[in-house]
């Protein structure tokens, strides 16, 4: 019997000793394992907090600043400009367009608007060549655009209107009278012969005076210099 027990408490004091070796390397493995969930923690909490909320926005770029109010050119405004082709009475019709620059700058509050060279376009509001013998030659032309700073806008202007008063009646006459005074001298001069004789020759003579008396056609030559009123304000915008 005590020899069984003295093996009973071998058994019991080495289970003892086991039980004491193995609790340091237990609680060595469980502070590490610990340490290394807290650490684990801590990186998930540190990419959690990263990745869940929301990232600040950029800097929104500064707004660019609102482009200058258009300038008004008001109405009654002169444009003197320079023909780029001639216009005439004949060599000119009605719904023509041309071509012209502006030969002085247009101003507004003492600053240049309009440069001078801007680049403008018309039409021929109406062209009618000299009649025959009666009628008289007419043009009238007028602004329809003008080009400032890259824009080409439309404009209501005055027209320029040239008149030619026919001397139709006045040549007919010299043309009727000359004829019968040629044709009354080679009468008394000579009989039929001398009447016929007569009358081509004063024929000759009344053509010769009409062609004198000289009527003209209009004609506007190119680099002419014309103004032209503005009938309504003119906005002028920003350049582009």
Do not use: H, W
Not at 42 to 66: D, L
Not at 138 to 152: F, P, Y
């Amino acid at each position: 019997m005590r020899t069984r027990s003295l093996y009973a408490l071998t058994i019991v004091l080495l289970f003892a000793l086991a039980a004491c070796s193995s609790k340091p390397a237990d609680t060595a493995a469980t502070s590490t394992a610990q340490n290394t969930g807290t650490s684990n923690a801590a990186g998930n909490n540190t990419m959690g907090s990263s990745a869940g909320q929301p990232v600040a926005p950029a800097a929104a770029p500064a707004a660019a600043p609102a482009p200058p109010p258009p300038v008004v050119v008001p109405a009654g405004t002169t444009l003197t400009v320079r023909l780029g082709q001639a216009v005439g009475s004949k060599i000119s019709s009605p719904g023509d367009s041309f071509t012209a620059t502006l030969a002085e700058a247009v101003e507004v509050d003492g600053n240049t608007v309009i440069p001078a060279g801007a680049a403008a376009k018309g039409k021929v509001v109406d062209a009618k060549p000299l009649g025959k013998l009666k009628g008289g030659a007419l043009l009238e032309i007028r602004l329809t655009s003008i080009k400032v700073n890259g824009i080409e806008q439309g404009i209501d202007t005055t027209a320029v209107e040239r008149q030619e008063k026919g001397k139709g009646k006045r040549s007919a006459v010299m043309a009727g009278g000359g004829a019968a005074l040629g044709g009354i001298i080679g009468g008394i001069a000579g009989g039929g012969k001398g009447a016929a004789i007569g009358l081509l020759a004063g024929g000759g003579a009344g053509g010769a005076g009409a062609a004198y008396t000289g009527n003209k056609e209009i004609v506007l030559p190119a680099e002419a210099a014309l103004s032209f009123k503005l009938k309504a304000p003119l906005e002028v915008k920003a350049a582009q």
